[in-house]
């Protein structure tokens, strides 16, 4: 017998940017923008997210397993906003935070990692993204990996 399922909303594209590095101690970071309305979010939003991270990523940076190397997404729609830090360990691991702000707070951002909640498909296109940069540029390279070309590489497109 089939099962009555709901019909889900078309998908609308809307703009991937990179917006800028975060430098914090050892760690490098690309910070991605994703928004509903606009073409970025705005300047509040990235500096709430910068703050985040500086809090978020592990020290020391660089140990035998982890590399200092990370990516953010910041994503501002219309339900919430949400923040995810993601950084590499143990050769091919991707750790993952989330953090959300409802409408009637927009910068109160609590985490909700432990929710279950990890990414709607347009934040799943950064991190395809930065998987497929990570084995061109680090896992591909190894011994002697990429770190410079896995950095500079950025994703700019409608999504």
């Known amino acids: 017998m089939p099962v009555q ?8 594209t809307r703009p ?12 490098t970071a690309k910070i991605y923008g994703i928004c509903q309305d606009d073409e970025r979010p705005g300047e ?3 500096q709430c997210a910068r703050e985040i991270t ?3 990523l592990p020290t020391p940076g ?8 990370a990516f953010v997404i910041i994503h501002q729609a219309r339900l919430f906003n949400t923040i995810t830090i993601d950084w590499w360990e143990r050769d091919n691991e991707l750790r993952h935070r989330v953090f959300r702000a409802w409408p009637e707070a927009p910068l109160a951002f609590e ?9 709607c498909v347009w934040e799943l296109r950064i991190l395809a993204f930065e998987r497929e940069a990570w084995i061109k540029h680090v896992l591909q390279k190894s011994p002697g990996p990429d770190w410079e070309g896995y950095v500079n590489e950025q994703l700019n497109e409608e999504a």
């Not at 985490?111 to 990414?119: D, H």
């Open 5 to 12: 399922r709901p019909t889900p909303k078309a998908h609308q």
């Open 16 to 27: 991937v940017r990179f917006l800028q590095y975060l430098f914090h101690e050892e760690w």
């Open 44 to 46: 509040t939003l990235l």
């Open 54 to 56: 500086r809090l978020t």
């Open 62 to 69: 660089i140990t035998e397993e982890r590399y200092a190397l």
């Open 111 to 119: 985490e909700i990692t432990a929710s279950g909640e990890a990414a």
